[in-house]
């Protein structure tokens, strides 16, 4: 998910500035030397983080959290250079070069990924150099589970495979629907009012189009993504048979449950899809492999728990009600600095990546947790009780799920994620809601009043954005 974010915020920049009008020209040589620094810094610190994680592997027995601590710092620092460096790559004479020279902009989705190149280069050099430390990894988690030298099937990419997967799951997951959201936009602002000619309220029709063309894609965009991802329906037999009676039991409607093919190196899953209609359900290859039936539906009903609560709904509502905040907002605090020209869209731009850089990963962890009692629920006893009470048995099943994919992935439990906090700090709380008898409503009233803000801040933001579009008017 991370990465995914990564890939869409660099998107975000380089549409932004590619918009901007006056684009600073430059001599080749110069934009092809900045272009060249920020290709070769993006080397470099993959390259310096891989050094000290496999000398990290080479002094110890495991390898430690101080080290998996620096080695996260150090792989967000690239993307954080990956994302700030094209900003720069593009106002050193990039950005002058797509729009006036190449007019790439009169192409149909040209310009848009024209502008993003360099990032794209960056980040396919950055997976590349990261290779040795994912196969070390691995190895290394192989030799725990002591499959190394056994019949058991155990994978490791080659690092074809490997950028592969990347490239597949990471960058193709976020290009191919926001890449034919774009094509289509592009399509109706060009070729849109000639076909049209003087019919009345032209404009609004066109951003009508464009929105509903934006909303299908978003929609049938698991039908795309599970093409493009290597797939495979989960045959039929007692562990599909246990999960159907698992999604019955929680409401859950969905189009298929696949296995998620990574040649048995991931222990995941996830769901994809709005609607049952084009919702699917995946596990990942290793995931069935290697953990038991009980412990693959434990993680089967955490995924479900995201669906049924409408994770994916309030975090796409707080997408929108942070960028609108941060939008309406940047021009007062460019004023208050003394800001001109386009300060405020610099103040906007560092707001709203302050709110994600915060805000999205406390809400995550929240969402997260609320998930993870729903699976621990659903495990107990006859699929949990309808007074919501988690189960010793429930919440046993649910913890043992938590720490064997954290083993399969090579991640210590103290680890702490962003999105989804510590291994050990989840399941501690499950445990702990399990000894004093607590139901799901424990988690469900701090998740409302979540709700209830985030809904706020869109209602806000939307007041905000009103005000500021008939103030400019």
Known sequence: MQQHMVILLAFLVGLFLLQEEGHSASPLWVTAAVAGVYLGVAVGLSRLNTALSLRAFARHERFPPSAARRHNLLRHLTHVWLIAGLGVV????????????????????????????PFVLGLILHWTQEYPFHRALHQHIARQQQLVGSGATWGTW???????????????FIVVPVGLIILIQDVLVLYGPSVLGDVPHREEILAAAALVAAGGVFFFAPLLIVRIWRTKKLPEGPLRAQLQRMCTRLGLRFRDILIWRSG????????????????????????????????????????????????????????????????????????????????????????????????FGWLSRRLERQSDVIAAWASGPDGGGDEGTISAEGAAIFASALQRVAQLNGIAGSQRSWRHGSIISRVN???????????????????????LGVWVALAAGAVLAAVRIFAIE
């Open 90 to 117: 593009i106002a050193a004479g990039y950005g002058h070069l797509i729009a006036d020279v190449l007019r790439a902009e009169t192409i149909p989705l040209a310009g848009k990924l024209l502008v993003v190149l």
């Open 158 to 172: 080659t690092r074809a495979e490997h950028l592969g997967y990347n490239i597949r799951h990471h960058l193709l």
């Open 429 to 451: 709380y499950i445990l702990h809601l399990s000894a004093i008898g607590a139901t799901r409503s424990r988690i469900d009233r701090v998740v409302r009043r979540i709700k």
């Open 264 to 359: 048995n190196v991931i222990a995941n899953a996830g769901v994809m899809g709005l609607s049952g209609s084009v919702r699917y359900v995946l596990l990942s290859d290793l995931l069935l492999e290697r953990m038991q039936d009980e412990q693959v539906k434990a993680v089967f009903a955490h995924e479900a728990g995201h669906v049924i609560c409408h994770h994916i709904l309030y975090m796409a509502v707080f997408a929108i009600a942070s960028a609108l905040l941060a939008i309406s907002t940047g021009g007062v605090g460019a004023a208050v600095l003394g800001l001109e020209g386009g300060g405020g869209d610099i103040v906007a731009m560092v707001l709203l990546g302050a709110a994600w850089a915060v805000g």
